[in-house]
């Protein structure tokens, strides 16, 4: 049994780490690959382990880790308040109830607006807000759906 992280080195290890108050990964149980896909991968041939992605990779996997990840369950987890676990979806996220979930911040180091800016902009706009919302995250912003109801008449009788 043991955790599966994507990179020893990744933000997630990192937040995991400072949720859990220790300075280095223990040196059993916690192993570590190089992309979110070999962990995926890892965990769906070896049913003793928990790996620990982003939602958004079992949301819209590729088409070829589709196979892999259909093998794979994700967990309910428990905050440090209540006894309640939740599951890691868009709705819990937002609500505040998934206590694993946490922001993502785009610095712009140029000190102009060139290409870090024009992506910035992009990802905050309603084309990279609604990319975001289809990849299992959750947006700053939920775009807006419209709908048209009209009332069909039968002319048939």
Known sequence: KGLVFDNLNSSTVRYMKSLAEIESIPKSGVFSFKTNDEVI???????????????NW?????????KYVDNVNALRVTGLVGNESYMPSQN?????????????????????SGLGMGFASFVGGDVGQRIILKSGLLPIRIPARKFTITKSQNDEK
Not at 58 to 66: G, N, T
């Open 58 to 66: 079992l949301s819209q996997p590729q088409p070829a880790m589709q």
């Open 92 to 112: 819990n996220i937002a609500e505040k109830k998934y206590p694993l979930a946490r922001d993502l911040y785009i610095i712009n180091c140029q000190g102009y």
């Open 41 to 55: 991968k890892y965990v769906s041939e070896n049913s003793d382990m928990i790996g620990v992605v982003g939602v």
